[in-house]
């Protein structure tokens, strides 16, 4: 059904718009940065990097844009996917919040590297992809540039992750130096680990979180039976109330 409705999108939008879009295309498009806040842009306002790239996909299908113009919307549509982490980590543990954060330095680093590139880029995916020899013209480039901006969306993803993989130390003490710990007096003397009424909200997340605080609870009363069982069979004090300093655990 999705596939049917690209196809159907693509045809429309062809009878519809037709060569206006080309022109408007190539004005939000006229620049790679222009094209990347473009592509960011669209995609915080419908909150799904997949269906900007399926847009971008269907209107290179039509020849309405350029493969280096797609790439850069597509780039832009990664940074722009950042804006659901972040709204969902509103409100919750500092935990969720550096997550989001973390989502939006690798996305927008990312970009920041590749984006000089993106006539390279270009370049490798029109290699590596099929062409369609037997079409010419507008009609081959229809053929062909939709394939070469999915590989060039695959290859940007799997490169980051792998550039970035062996950094994920630094990106975590810089996401902690951004996001710190709250001060003691702002967090709740007493609150139940993995829970958090936000999640209430969401049942499916709720459940899981639940299914964590009782392994964890389990892992706690594991261990106190660890520490109990010397001093209940031998009258190790020390054993159970951590080196005998007289501060329990």
């Known amino acids: 059904m999705f596939l049917h409705g690209m196809d159907q999108m693509s045809e429309s939008l062809k009878a519809v718009a037709g060569g206006r879009m080309k022109s408007i295309l190539e004005e939000l498009?006229?620049?790679r940065l222009?094209?990347?806040?473009?592509?960011?842009f669209v995609t915080a306002v419908i909150q799904s990097s997949s269906a900007t790239t399926g847009i971008v996909i269907v209107m290179a299908s039509q020849g309405l844009m350029t493969l280096t113009a797609g790439i850069a919307l597509i780039f832009g549509a990664n940074i722009g996917t950042c804006i659901t982490a972040v709204l969902a980590s509103i409100?919750?543990?500092?935990?969720?919040?550096?997550a989001s954060v973390v989502h939006v330095l690798f996305n927008v680093l990312g970009v920041v590297v590749w984006l000089p590139f993106i006539d390279r880029l270009a370049e490798l995916v029109t290699w590596l992809s099929l062409s369609s020899s037997g079409l010419e013209g507008m009609a081959r480039l229809a053929s062909e540039t939709p394939r070469q901006m999915a590989n060039a969306h695959t290859i940007f993803n799997i490169a980051n992750t792998l550039i970035f993989l062996p950094f994920a130390g630094i990106f975590a003490r810089v996401v902690q130096r951004l996001v710190p710990d709250r001060p003691a007096e702002e967090e709740r003397l007493i609150r139940a680990?993995?829970?958090?009424?936000?999640?209430?909200?969401?049942?499916?997340?709720?459940?899981?979180?639940?299914?964590?605080?009782i392994l964890h609870l389990g892992d706690l009363d594991m261990e106190m039976m660890r520490q109990i069982l010397p001093a209940m069979l031998h009258g190790e004090r020390a054993s159970s109330y951590g080196g005998g300093n007289g501060r329990r655990r």
């Open 193 to 213: 680990k993995y829970l958090d009424e936000e999640s209430l909200s969401t049942p499916s997340l709720a459940l899981g979180r639940a299914r964590l605080k």
């Open 91 to 98: 409100g919750k543990p500092r935990e969720a919040l550096r």
């Open 29 to 31: 498009t006229k620049n």
């Open 34 to 40: 222009m094209g990347a806040i473009t592509g960011a």
